[in-house]
Nanobody
């Protein structure tokens, strides 16, 4: 069992930055690839970024490439999402996700609101 708690969201202006954090419980945190998703009102949840267990491999949705960076610190059981050059289109609830072939664990989400 892995419990995930996100933090770091808030209200910012377009062009500003935020860093989201997701802290996981349990000694097995480092064994999971991690993903960030987001969901805007009235829209489906969408993939944002992924990082493998060691942190050596990452991938992103096209619209955030070059602006967002996913990273992890397994010693702190934490995954991060650094978000730069934010735009109103990035406004959403952001969720972290630990997964493997058998299961998915989700946090409760943290709200990011970007004003124009």
């Amino acid at each position: 069992q892995v419990q995930l708690v996100e933090s770091g969201g808030g209200l910012v202006q377009a062009g500003e930055s935020l860093r989201l954090s997701c802290v996981g419980s349990g000694r097995t945190f480092s064994g999971y690839p991690m993903r960030w998703f987001r969901q805007a009102p009235g829209k489906e949840r969408e993939f944002v970024a992924r990082i493998n267990q060691s942190g050596g491999s990452t991938s992103y949705r096209d619209s955030v490439k070059g602006r967002f960076t996913i990273s992890r610190d397994n010693a702190k059981n934490t995954v991060y999402l650094q978000m730069n050059s934010l735009s109103p289109e990035d406004t959403a609830m952001y969720y972290c996700n630990a997964y493997n072939a058998a299961t998915n664990y989700w946090g409760q989400g943290t709200q990011v609101t970007v004003s124009s």
